[in-house]
């Protein structure tokens, strides 16, 4: 049987932490129920203990949401872990997700904690969510810049009280592809007990490695969760790109072998409705969501795709949600495009001769504008005397 990748989006708490994108009660429910017709399978819907709102909005979220299991946050004190057992109360499944900073750097200066200190109050926070649900995830926050001896101590000591994901995590986005997936190897060969939890990785995108980190740690490191936010969008540079992971994986399968249960048609819809609400554009080369992510602009590959889709795109716009891929029209496009075009829009010209024209007035039109759009295909050829 294939393995399954479990998707867990975060996009409503550590995307919501991106400056400038904090949303609603209501908008929150909306990109809740949107990222459940995607299939996710966790939806981390906020941080309880963090303000009223947040709350509410988990309450809300947690009493519709009947097909992905609902997750808040929650620091290592039995306070937020209280808080979030109460705005999860009504889900039909829900996770509670706790933390606690395992790296010297913030145990001394942010925590002002001993290592003793910490061990124990991870182990006290699992034992207290388990409590309220069997469904707990433990994170050493920092995870890729704590000792290893230390991790293992309390990793081991977190699954012996029952949590059931361990996740890894590249806080700063400080962990480098090869090291991250060697972690979790580490990680997992050497605590008696590892084969009790899922282990998951959250990766951040400082120097623009979160998905490859995050695919390192399931290739070689047997990660079997990744965390993820729609358009890669998270606290300073962001999060891995829930659409880039999933369509690796599910592009590669030959190279993964595993399944993820996402519905990939929902990918753009997803995109646009948080990029809309949340205010934050999408750059238009992003993989995947990118308005020209399916664009052809040049003539040889515009020749290549009329001719075979596979010469040039290694999936389908249409399996992502897009309606189509696109052929944009512009001065570095070739005869066979345009002819295409010009039979897209139903004009017949006469023969190779006016076809020749109408080519050399578009070439021409081309060099001064970007884009040609169809109603200058249309006004070209009308001022050109040809046949329609
Ligand atoms: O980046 C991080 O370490 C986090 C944890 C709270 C999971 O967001
Ligand atoms: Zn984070």
């Not at 708490?13 to 949107?34: C, F, N, V, W, Y």
Request: net charge negative; charged share 25%.
């Amino acid at each position: 049987m294939t393995d399954k990748l479990i998707i867990f989006d975060t996009t409503l708490r550590d995307g919501e932490q991106s400056p400038g994108a904090s949303m609603t009660k209501e908008e929150k429910l909306r990109i809740a129920k949107q990222l459940e017709r995607l299939k996710v399978d966790v939806i981390e819907a906020g941080f309880a203990a963090s303000s009223r709102g947040d709350f509410e909005a988990i309450q809300a979220i947690a009493a519709v949401i009947k097909n992905s299991t609902v997750c808040s946050l929650a620091r290592a004190h039995q306070q937020d872990i209280e808080q979030a057992a109460a705005a999860l109360r009504s889900a039909e499944a829900f996770r509670i997700h706790t933390f606690i900073a395992t790296s010297p750097l913030h145990m001394e200066k942010k925590l002002r904690m001993t290592p003793e200190q910490v061990l124990e109050q991870a182990r006290s926070a699992v034992r207290h969510a388990r409590q309220f649900t069997n469904d707990v995830e433990f994170s050493p926050e920092d995870s890729s810049r704590s000792q290893l001896d230390f991790l293992c101590r309390v990793l081991e000591a977190v699954i012996a009280e029952g949590a059931t994901t361990i996740n890894i995590t590249d806080t700063v986005g400080y962990a480098m592809p090869e090291h991250h997936g060697q972690l979790l190897r580490t990680l997992r060969e050497r605590i008696p007990n590892s084969e009790r939890a899922v282990w998951s990785v959250h990766c951040h995108n400082d120097l623009g490695l979160a998905v490859a980190n995050s695919l390192a740690a399931v290739k070689f490191g047997g990660a079997r969760q990744i965390e993820c936010t729609i358009n890669g969008l998270g606290e300073r540079a962001g999060n891995t790109s829930l659409e880039e992971v999933v369509m690796a994986v599910k592009t590669r399968q030959d190279y993964f072998g595993l399944e993820v249960g996402i519905d990939t048609t929902q990918i753009v819809p997803t995109s646009k409705l948080v990029s809309q609400i949340t205010g934050f554009m999408v750059q238009p080369n992003k993989a995947i969501v990118g308005a020209n992510a399916f664009a052809h602009a040049s003539g040889i590959h515009q020749d290549g795709i009329l001719k075979a889709r596979d010469t040039y795109e290694i999936m389908r716009a249409e399996e992502v949600g897009w309606s189509t891929n696109k052929i944009v029209l512009g001065k570095l496009s070739g005869r066979t495009a345009f002819k295409q075009r010009l039979q897209e829009l139903g004009i017949a010209l006469d023969g190779e001769n006016e076809l020749n024209t109408a080519f050399m007035r578009f070439k021409e039109l081309a060099d001064r504008k970007a884009e040609i759009y169809d109603e200058d295909i249309i006004a070209l050829v009308a001022a050109g005397g040809v046949a329609s």
